[in-house]
Structures are given as C-alpha cells and as structure tokens.
C-alpha cells in the first residue's frame, strides 16, 4: 500500500487522532507504529563518529552525543557550530526565532496571538536588525558563518527535516545573522522584561489601606544573604535612595546557583566553580552543550540555542557560571493621556503626541490580526502585556535597557578566549543586557565577581510605577563599570550568588534591584563552611542537595501553631512534619506535605488582603511574609498583628486539610505522591 507520508503527517499535526488517521489511510495500529517509527528514525541525523563538513570543519561526537567542533579558522569553526547545532535542534531553532520575531501564530495558530503581541510591542526584530548592522566585522563574520552552517544543514535534509516541520505543515526559511540576534534580544527580555514585579507592588500599593501594610506585604526572605558583603566597597553616596529590596517573586521555584572556593580550601590547590541556571522547563531544553577547539578558541560549555558563543562553562585557563542578577533594567511609566486629544501624552507640562505603528500577524486558520503600537518618549504602551489583572491601571508605557544599543555576542566570544580572571573581568566591561551575576576562577588561582550589564541611576528607587511626566523619574546616566558590585580574590575564599541581593543597603549606588529569597544563597553559603577543604565530590554534593531552608526556618512555628489547635485527625500530619528533615527527595512524604501546606498558605495570605481577582497572582508574591507569619511571634505592621491566634490557627488547620490538598501518605513514609490540586481561596469555600 502507498502511503503519503506527508498528508497524513499533516492529519496528525491538524489533531486528527490516530485512530482517524489510521481509518482514513486504511492502516491497522501496528502498521501506524511501524510508520510512525521509521518517520521518526529517518529524519534523526546521526550522533556517532565524525563528519567534516564543506567548510573545513570537523564534528566529533561523544557518547552523549555533544558535538566536538574542530577547524583551524574562525570561519570554519563557527559554521561547524551552526551545523551541528541544526542537528541537533533545528525545529527548536525556528520556534525560538519565530518566538522573538513575532511568528509563531503562523504555525501555531491563535494560542500564541499573545507572545507574538509582545516581541512586536517590543519590536525586537527591529532591534535585532539594528545591532547587526552596528556589528564589528569580526562577530559579523562569525555569526554569518554559524548562519551557513544551519543553512548547509537544512540544505542537506531535502525533504527530511524534523517532523515537526511536516506536522504543521511548512518549511523553514533560510537562515540569517539578523535571526539569532532576536533570539538573543527575545533573552534579554525574558530574563529582564519580568512585569508582574513591577506590577505586584503597585496593586498592592492601590490596594492596601496604609503603608505599614503594604511594607508588611513586600517582606523578603534572608534579606541579609548578599553576594557583596559590607566592607568590600566605598562608602555610599548621601544623595542616593535605596539599592533595592529582596521580595518574594512570583516566579520563586526557577532560580540559578553559582560559586567559586579558592585553592586555599581545595584539596588540589587550585579553584574549583560550579555552575547550575535554571530556566522554566521545556519539552526541549534551550541550552546547548558544545565544545568549540581552533582558531584561538579551546572551549567547552553551554550555550543558548540559537546563538554562537558559551554562556557557561570553560577553557585551558578560566571557568565561569552565571546567574540572573535581577537588578532592574526596565520601568514602568503610568503615563497622563490627554482626554481632549486622543495619543497626546504629558511630559513636563506639556503634551506630546506618540508614534504610532502597526503590525500585521499572520494567524494559521484565521484572518491576520492587527495591533497598533503607540510609544511615547518613555517607551512603547504596554497595556496588552502586563497582567490581566492590572489592565485597569493604563495607560502604562515600558522603559527597558534592552532598546539600548547593545552587543553581548560580542562579549560573550571575547569571554570564551579569556586567559586570566583580569581578562574574563574586561570581556564583560561592554556587556549591557541582561545583568549576570558571573563568578570566574583562572589558573593562576585568582576567584572573582562581576556584576554584569548597565545600570541606570535613579533619583528615587520606589516599588510599583513611576510617574511618566515627571522629568525627575527618567534616567539620565548609568553606573559605571568600575563601581558595579564586584568581588576579587576574597579572604574568606569564596563566593557565591544565586539570585540573591547583590549588595548590602549601603552600597554607593542604586541597584534597584528586587531579588529573590536569600534562603538558596544562605544553604550554598553553609555547605561551603561546613567543609574545611572543598572536592570536586564535595562540589558536587551540593550540587545534588535538595535541603529546603524555608521548611527548615518554618517547620518549628508551624508544628507549634498545630499542635497548639484543637482540630481533630492532624496526628498524622504533625508527626511526619516532626520527623521530616527538610530534604526535597523525590519519595518525601514530608516534602509533598509541606509543599502542598505552604502553597495553600500563601493563598490564605494573600487573600486576606486582596480581593478574590488578584489573589493569584499575589499569592505566589507573598511567600516573603507568610514565612514571617510562621517564624516570628509578631509581626510588627502585619495585617495579622493585631488578628487573634486562634484565626491564625484556622488558617493553618484549612491548608493543611484543605480538600486542595491531596497527598497519598504512604505509612511506610515510601512514595509520596504530589497530586495536581485546584485552587480556590478562603471566601469561595
């Protein structure tokens, strides 16, 4: 029988079912499954040996299938890169640069109208094509040969490209420099961009009823834990506001770890640097593994899909890890419109008119959708991106650092080359966005950090909006990169940073920084101490620790708080809480007790405070302050102060046997089950 393999491709990747497909082709369940596997194996390239492509490049794989990438010039190598990248990812590689250019309703249809309404809002590919063309020559050449490599590769495949391309039935285009700049942009916006911290505040600011309350809410956690600590800096500047705030972030559950320890605490003498970013789950992860050897390159490590360069990793000389520094580099403009004159905006007494632009979508299935774009002086208006819940405070424009002329491949390249901790420090001076927190370590046995990116200085660091006619909220100029947080060769012998304040409060400048929760920073910083000479074994230890500090700091008040209730048929939940050690193991009984509890506690929290609308999005804000609740008597200015404990006890007795809460106690304490529950909140039960 002859099958079109690619209309019934199509069947499937349209939602037909298989047991239509099978039905309209006339095949049985095991005739699918044998066509089905031999589709799959006939567009897998191969893993295994070596190839060497048209341009002088050579790719040897390992065992896990990372490609080793040899060539004796720049041009060479970075078109064996792109190569074996297109491998590897070439559908993903699509996805992300129709993700960063507004594309993806063209294949996916109207699921993806609202990313695509942002990279157009944000105007990323116009971005992306501007920084190309401020490009030195040598990137330039670089990235023009990655792009080939990519290029040679689809080539290649014909009509056997990945099977996604036949499910939603299209081809790629070819590739270009200008295409893995945006997904670089898309990056940059994604680890800055993070709205819902801007607009958190400033609905609770709307919402609560004075300021001691709304302080109470924006409690952090281990506000102490910084990467800088006192002391390794001037003293601060008396006509400078707040260098930020540690806060509890919405999306507190993704996070990254790093450190560097010295030789004077290894066992062989020389540093060692670990290294662990997170970034949201994936079907396919967005980092890319490599090693790159020739043309003044030797270096191997972890990159973004997309984009040539190592993110993460190491050469004969230096090693480096990152993570997200979180100092703000965007801000949110409430702006003035003029009632009488429509696209009119106030600045400084005076009203302006913004500039308008439209972007046409393509829509799989639909007609195209339009959106116009308006930008005032501070930014586009981006009422369409921000929460839902915060739609009735436009109009609001965004200021981002990202529309900044910018060059990060650039830096990224130069890093890979580094010889000494002096030169990795330098590499990173013209870096603007996003802001890193690097940790380094070369083999002369110097350790360092470096805040990475530009900052602006702000007259006034509030949480929440700024006033978008008031000249005194623009920026004007931005820290220097000689006075960013940094840290070199320190006398304790290590450093660490993960995601936590960068700096002290007296630090000489602004930071604006709104981190996460210290507890990560404060258990590496333990694990570090608690050794007096450090391994790769140790290193990795820590790696692989699962120890929650916020159950250890929170478990003794809630086991109080519990047993001091008169509810019925919680023996069982005090005990394993009693008897747990805080370890996030996967077969923790405890673990999925006390997950469960304190997300539904956080909601209680929350919806104390905050009509029924915007309690989820505050919930996940307000682990900051819900952790206060459980580890101190009072809290000075919270809502719960002056509330008796007995309602601070039927608090805590619901979450904890909620019908939210679901998980299987095995009695033997062995397989714990984390069941998916559904939230409600307090007033609708």
């Known amino acids: 029988m002859k099958i079109n393999d690619k209309s019934l491709l199509k069947k499937l990747g349209a939602g037909d079912s298989i047991e239509e497909v099978c039905s309209a082709a006339g095949l049985s369940n095991e005739q699918f499954e044998k066509w089905w596997s031999t589709q799959l194996a006939s567009r897998v390239p191969s893993s295994q040996g070596s190839r060497t492509s048209s341009a002088n490049a050579e790719i040897l794989r390992n ?53 695509d309404t942002i990279s157009h809002t944000l105007g990323l590919t116009q971005l992306a094509e501007a920084e190309v063309r401020r490009m030195s020559v040598r990137t ?66 709307q919402t609560l009823d004075n300021d001691e309350l709304y302080k109470a809410f924006l409690t952090g956690e281990a506000e102490n834990e910084s990467i800088v600590a006192k002391g390794m800096y001037p003293a601060r500047r008396s006509n400078i506001g707040s260098v930020g705030q540690t806060v509890s972030d919405s999306s507190e559950g993704q996070g990254s770890n790093n450190w560097t320890i010295a030789g004077q ?20 992860s967005c980092w890319y593994e490599a090693h790159l050897s020739g043309a003044g390159f030797n270096v191997a490590g972890t990159g973004y899909a997309g984009v040539p360069g190592l993110l993460f990793g190491r050469n ?32 400084d007494g005076q009203w302006e008119q913004a500039v308008k632009t439209t972007a046409t979508i393509t829509v799989k299935g639909q007609s195209p959708v339009t959106r116009t774009i308006r930008r005032t002086r501070n930014g586009p208006i981006v009422d369409e991106i921000i929460p839902e819940a915060a739609s009735h405070t436009g109009p609001v424009s965004l200021r981002w650092m990202g529309e900044d ?52 200085i702000k007259k006034d660091w509030d949480r929440g909006y700024r006033p978008g006619w008031d000249p005194e909220h623009q920026w004007n100029e931005t820290i220097r990169f000689e006075e960013m947080p940094s840290i070199t060769d320190p006398p304790n012998g290590w450093i660490r940073s993960a995601n936590n304040r960068t700096a002290p409060e007296d630090f000489p400048y602004p930071l604006s920084g709104v981190w996460s929760s210290g507890y990560r920073a404060q258990r590496i910083r333990e694990m570090i101490e608690s050794e007096a000479t450090h391994t790769r074994k140790t290193v990795n230890e820590m790696q692989m620790d699962v120890v929650a500090q916020r159950a250890v700091d929170t478990i003794p008040g809630l086991l109080q708080l519990l047993t001091g209730t008169n509810a019925n048929n919680l023996d069982e939940e005090i005990n394993i809480l009693k008897n747990w050690d805080g370890r996030m193991s996967t077969d923790s009984v405890g673990a999925s007790l006390f997950e469960v509890f304190f997300a539904n506690w956080t ?69 714990a089950r984390y069941i998916k529950y559904t939230s409600t909140i307090p007033s609708q039960r």
């Open 603 to 671: 909601e209680e929290v929350a919806a104390a405070r905050f009509p029924a609308n915007l309690v989820p999005l505050m919930a996940g804000a307000s682990s900051g302050l819900s952790t206060e609740l459980l580890t101190k008597d009072t809290i000075i200015g919270s809502p719960l102060a002056n509330e008796p404990k007995q309602l601070v006890e039927q608090w805590i007795k619901r979450s904890i046997i909620s019908p939210k809460m679901q998980v299987k106690i095995n009695p033997s304490g062995i397989g």
């Open 316 to 347: 004969e000389k230096v090693a480096w890890g990152l993570t997200n520094n979180i100092c703000a580099q965007r801000d949110l403009y409430k702006e003035k419109e003029n009632p009488e004159k429509p696209g009119y905006y106030l600045y």
């Open 140 to 205: 330039r050449t670089r990235l023009d040969a990655f792009s080939s490599g990519i290029n040679e590769f689809m080539i290649e495949s014909g009509d056997l490209l990945p099977i996604e391309f036949d499910l939603l039935d299209y081809s790629p285009e070819s590739w270009t420099s200008r295409d893995s700049v945006a997904i670089w942009a898309e990056l940059r916006w994604y680890l800055t961009g993070r709205l819902p911290i801007i607009v958190i505040p400033e609905l609770a600011k």
């Open 63 to 115: 065992k896990w299938g990372i490609p080793h990438i040899y060539a004796e010039r720049d041009e060479d190598l970075f078109f064996g890169y792109g190569y074996a990248m297109a491998q590897d990812r070439l559908w993903q590689l699509d996805y992300l640069r129709r993700k960063a250019m507004g594309q993806l309703s063209e294949v996916l249809g109207p699921s993806s109208l609202e990313t």
């Open 265 to 284: 605490l290894t066992a062989s003498g020389l540093p060692l640097v670990a290294s662990d970013p997170h970034i949201a789950f994936g079907s396919i």
């Open 405 to 456: 002329p910018c060059d990060e491949i650039s830096s990224m390249l130069d890093m890979n080359r580094a010889n000494t901790a002096n030169e990795f420090r330098k590499a990173l001076r013209p870096w603007i966005v996003p802001t890193f927190s690097f940790v380094f370590a070369d083999f002369e046995g110097h350790i360092g950090y470096q805040a990475s990116g530009r900052l602006p």
